[in-house]
């Protein structure tokens, strides 16, 4: 059985030795490099831009605007076409490329930066979403026009003559009259901080125009979105535009869809972006719950704001996203949803991992701790009595729940120890958050080749970003193969020799691709059955493959003399070919889920009262794999996502002080270090093989960003009886927070 | 129609611009460049190497001979594994790689060079055939280890302890009997020289080892093979082992098999290897016949022998299909053959476009005119009266003869005038030959991917060398699939992506390649024709796909909306496979051919009696295709073919003394140039529809290789009366037999 095993991840040694190789590392003949010259205010109009002192400077071969750029198109984005490649007449936010100086080597491009002189005329600028949401506010993009990359556009729901460029509404039962009826009614607001992914690799990409088209190299999630986005902005056809993306050095939703691409393909050269490329949304949650005393959930409101910044890149989706999953894992009669897009002179924000499910679980996490106290109950079993159970519906028309997230809360309060009693300024708390996984309506085919010497090439659009699909992906058709994992090479994607997939987002490759795999896998298997039953003479269902092997009762012949046999000495392949499309199209929502992506968590924490620092015992993280494909690497998924989660539950965030982030490089942004690290990190995998994915697989590596920040806060509520309602839960937040409860307590 | 009309060929911008890449043009990152240290004498026992004061040389890095290189297996080959990949103890040829030196530029890897020191004792050479099959010659590979690219290792038949590595022999019939009975004897012996392939674009490899394996980029015609070949060499699954083949700058057979890239790949940098790679055979022919006074053809023995040099590369092959096709296309009841290919200490000799049969036909069609003269018959009529029909048989248990012949010499007569009389010092003479085209027993894969936009990726592994593979295959694809030309994309052969294929080689592209891809094109044309029916709400066979539209009464839809409609905005795409394997292997001659590949050819010459020089008039070159899928490239394929056969026929070959070549460059060795075409050079292409490849194609590209040297030799006897045996024709040797021929008459 290779399905399971903590087989050795197929890239470690490369990895390890420092052999792998990434965008960076890419080497074209004749490439020259590019620097961008970024506004320096939030929000202005450009006046003229005077390159001439630039374009004299020693190496420079061009300097470039927004008017320079051999496009068809200078917008581009996965939501709106509402991003031009460079500022166009406005810029819109602190940082934005304005223009592009092309030369011989890095160095020279940079210095040239210095002599460019860019006149503006400074505008008001839109802050904070509360901002843009104010009457009177600039509206930043006064007409927008949508892309393609939804696949249902009236999905799109921006506001005209607003800054709101999506939202999300979804109401059912009288919520009016549940509040009425209800024994208790509860309303916050919760505060999400913006983050940046701060992946190890930067973004950069290596374009090349010639003859046959374009050719791209990026560390991209989305190989082949990003190839229909570069067709569109130089109107070219899907067969001339080639995306190649070799392994990427951690992405976490910063490299979904389209980024630097077109403006590194414009200028047919090399472009490194810092971390102002994307961000996580700022999200601001109100919350109002209505309950019953037994502790019965009635109703809940949820009014989502997030700051998308300058441009809608794949905002639009996040919101609705957000909107969708902010009531929580719970059977809740009367719902009412808002959640709202917000155009503002910030960076652009976009895909983060966990795609807003960490922000509005922050909120309704917190939010079920406050309403248990209220009652009296105890956390576990509140959420216990309101859980979803297997079979139940989320919202009609979506996929029924397809996990015992009762089971899986009880195992959560097992590995935490909920029970035991805990001495002065200790506690325990929990969270649980589910998401609809798998992406929906996404496509993935994969090739299986299997060589005359029984060596396998697996063909495949999945990006290796650091999460293990390369090893997954292998397991799962060496063991529907039945050959060894050391047989199989995984290739990386090229848009134009690998088959189409729809990109590596949304926990979606394992179940996903895994499903184009195993029916590549199965269909190659079958092909060999069929030849290895003329060797034997009898027919394929009597024959096994294992191990390489095919066994027809004693006597066996290897894989590769199957085909070697059946082609002859100079050679030939057996190819098999799977795809997977999902079913169709349905429900209010986006269509029915592929499977419920469930996780949870627990934390003891130690609260310092004298300096407000907390200090995290324990953190349990709960993952539903369903099967894991590799039991190691998706522990090391769970345990890494809610290692990075730990940041914002403490103190990561971006910090702007009027439109300028104060905080732009790892000096002064905190990502969490193994110093971080909770004293004790445990994860638990709950395997029930009821996933939809090979071997009863699901999608895992968000589910643990869910639950750290209010599992963390309640916690510390439960310690010093202090609610912590903002992120990150900094010492001087929590040193605060403790010194007015204690003076309400005085006064 | 897209089949069948001159389409403009898909690589010819980029050709004509520069914008084509080859293998040179290629950078890696911390590439590395080396440079051969080649034996100066032809046979030695090697003594020692020093290498120090190189490898203290500016920017070398290593500086390696045979037992420094990190192989499984030091030797390589096609047919025997009888080459090293640096000479082991034994120097076999002047110019025999012996020390590579690997630097950091090509410049100091050159410089180094010259500081090695290698000691060796000469050994007594042996230079030429007869030499080597000379009763006491030294043995050069006393034990042959057999190689696994000949499907039935029965078919290599080296004489032990002799310097004969191949021996094919054939006869049928009552030979002896039939000489006895005959009413004319001729026996004569023919030699043709040893040719350089000359192709534009010299040998290079680049080649890189790192944790996934070994990449190797080579313009190589046998990507497969060569994978096979390194995975040996290097004890290494397939599926590790990546060849990639850009553009080639010309091949002629030069470039079949594994060349120098075993050498790249062990010393994972950068070669260039000169004109002294591969060569072609330097080939005496003994022709005996016997005829009855009528002009029937009743006996031929054979006896081939080709010098193949120091290492077999695919030699033995060459000397069968030489052997083979020596008797020529004609019913012959009683035949004889032997072919032997022999050790020699000259450069291996391997492939070259024509592969054996220029050679043989030099001999065969010289003597057909001599019989012919002998007997008064006209040329043209006695060779009518023995060729094979239509369904004829050339050897039992191959494919019956499958063109019109007698009509295609008709028009080659025509096409010369024939009949016409000429002026004193004018003549006419023709040739006819044919080839047992396709290759035997090759498979072929081929991919069609229709993306969503119904552009369409081509992934075939047939290498573009010039011939125009690319743009034939492209138009069957789009006149299969139903699409315009412009919609397609044709992929470089990747090993690791691009599907399986035997190679490029043989003629056999536009059929074994052909096939595959229609196969996957109707494939895919099936897929879209469901999908298509499923919108229209019919059946599949009710629709129509003409130029990217599919077609139901009515109503229409383009390909691209029927993919994008099936899987969505999102993207995703149709793939098609298809896979040609011939029929069961037969025969004793190596299986039944796929096609015979007929060319003819006449010519009118003019020779001056003082300085002996030919100068041809009129040259016509006939070609049997089938079916033109481009007759543009056809012609030129077949002028190609044509003009580089006219420089063996009057001046080109490779001169050796002592087994040293004189000639190695091209001031010394000449080629043919636009300055040595015949006046007028006409093609005529004869189109039956009765090839086996796509639309009734066969292939085409070696034929007009066969027929300019007999038939000017041919057309030079009937001006002049003398009979030139030795080939180059040149003018010295043309003035010296008519001078010897003036001195007989005289005398």
Redesign the interface.
């Known amino acids: 059985m290779i399905i399971g095993t903590a087989a050795e991840r197929l ?1 470690a ?2 990895k390890v ?1 420092g ?3 990434y965008v960076s ?5 004749e490439m020259l490099h590019a620097k961008v010259w970024r506004a320096p205010v939030p929000h202005a109009r450009l006046l003229g831009v005077d390159g001439s002192r630039a374009a004299r400077s020693p190496g420079v071969v061009a300097v470039c605007t927004a008017t320079d750029l051999p496009v068809k198109r200078l917008h581009y984005g996965p939501a709106f076409k509402d991003q031009p490649i460079l500022a166009h007449e406005i810029i819109r936010y602190a940082g934005e490329p304005v223009v592009a100086v092309v030369a011989d080597t890095e160095r020279h491009a940079a210095a040239a930066l210095a002599l460019i002189d860019v006149s503006y005329r400074e505008l008001p600028a839109v802050t904070s979403a509360a901002e843009a949401l104010a009457q009177g506010a600039p509206v930043l993009h006064p007409a927008l026009d949508r892309s ?4 249902d ?1 009236s999905g799109l729901r921006p506001v005209a003559g607003t800054n709101v460029c999506q939202h999300y509404h979804y109401d059912r039962g009288d919520v009016a009259r549940a509040f009425a009826e209800a024994d208790l009614t509860v309303e916050d607001v919760y505060h999400y901080p913006a983050l940046s992914h701060h992946a190890l690799e930067a973004h950069c990409a290596v374009a090349r125009v ?4 374009l050719t791209v190299w990026t560390g991209t999630q989305h190989p ?2 990003v190839r ?1 986005e570069l ?1 569109e902005v130089f109107d070219l ?4 535009v080639q995306v190649i993306v070799p392994l990427i050095g951690g992405a976490f939703g910063g490299k979904c869809y389209t980024k630097i691409e077109p403006l590194a393909a414009a200028l047919a050269a090399r472009v490194r972006r810092s971390a102002l490329t994307i961000t996580r949304h700022a999200v601001t949650v109100r919350l109002r719950t209505a309950v019953r005393s037994d502790g019965t959930l009635l109703a809940r409101e949820c009014d989502v704001v997030l700051d998308t910044g300058a441009y809608a890149d794949i905002g639009p989706r996040v919101a609705t996203k957000a909107g969708y999953r902010a009531p929580g894992p719970y059977r809740i009669p009367c719902l009412s949803i808002d959640a709202r897009c917000v155009y503002t002179n910030n960076v652009p924000a976009g895909a983060y991992r966990g795609y807003g499910v960490p922000q509005v679980t922050w909120a309704s996490e917190s939010q079920m701790d406050q309403i248990a106290e209220r009652l009296g109950l105890d956390p576990l079993a509140f959420r216990e009595k309101n859980l979803l159970k297997r079979g139940e519906e989320y919202v009609a028309g979506d996929t029924p729940m397809d996990g015992d997230m009762a089971d899986a809360l009880a195992q959560t309060g097992a590995a935490i120890d909920w029970g035991r009693a805990r001495e002065r300024g200790r506690g325990v708390g929990l969270a649980c958050a589910m998401k609809d996984g798998g992406g929906t ?3 993935s ?1 994969a ?1 299986v ?1 299997v ?7 697996l ?1 495949t659009g999945s990006v290796e970003m650091g999460q293990g699909s390369r090893t997954a992906l292998a397991q799962i058709a060496a063991e529907t193969l039945g050959v060894p994992l050391s ?3 995984v ?1 990386s994607p ?1 848009t ?5 997939d ?1 990109g590596t987002s949304a926990s979606r490759s394992t179940t996903v691709m895994g499903l184009a795999v195993e029916a590549a896998a199965r269909d190659a298997r079958g092909q060999l059955l069929e030849l290895a039953a003329k060797f034997f003479g009898t027919e394929p269902e009597k024959l096994a493959i294992h191990d390489g092997v095919v066994a027809c009762g004693e006597r066996t012949m290897t894989v590769g003399d199957v085909v070697s046999g059946h ?7 057996v ?1 098999g ?1 799977g ?1 997977f ?1 999902p079913g169709t ?1 349905s429900g209010s929502l986006g269509g029915a889920t592929l499977f419920w992506e469930v996780g949870m968590g627990a934390a003891e924490v130690q609260v310092d009262a004298d300096t407000g620092e907390i200090s995290v015992e324990k953190y349990v993280s709960v993952a539903d794999v369903g099967q894991a494909i590799n039991a190691r690497e998706c522990a090391a998924q769970d345990e890494g996502a809610a290692m990075q989660a730990i940041g914002p539950a403490l103190f990561e965030s971006r910090v702007s002080e009027a439109g300028h982030l104060v905080n732009p490089g790892l000096i002064d942004y905190r990502v969490p270090t193994f110093a971080d690290l909770p004293r004790e990190l445990e994860t638990v995998l709950i395997e029930n093989r009821d996933g939809p994915g090979p071997f009863g697989s699901k999608g895992v590596g968000e589910g643990g960003t869910f639950c750290p920040a209010p599992a963390i806060a309640n916690a510390v509520a439960r310690a010093t009886g202090v609610r912590i309602k903002d992120l990150p839960m900094t010492p001087e937040r929590v040193w605060r927070a403790l010194r007015d409860a204690r003076g309400t307590r005085r006064g």
Chains 1, 2 share one sequence.
């Open positions: 890239d040694r490369e030795t052999a792998a190789r590392d890419l080497v074209v003949p393609g990359h939804f696949r556009l010639d003859g046959d088209g082949f979105p229909k067709a056809p899907l067969a001339a309506h996404t496509v085919t090739a080749r060589n005359a010497d029984g060596s396998v090439t063909l047989a199989i090479v290739e090229d134009s020799i690998t088959p189409y729809h082609f002859g000495l100079v050679g030939g392949e190819t070919l795809t499309v199209w």
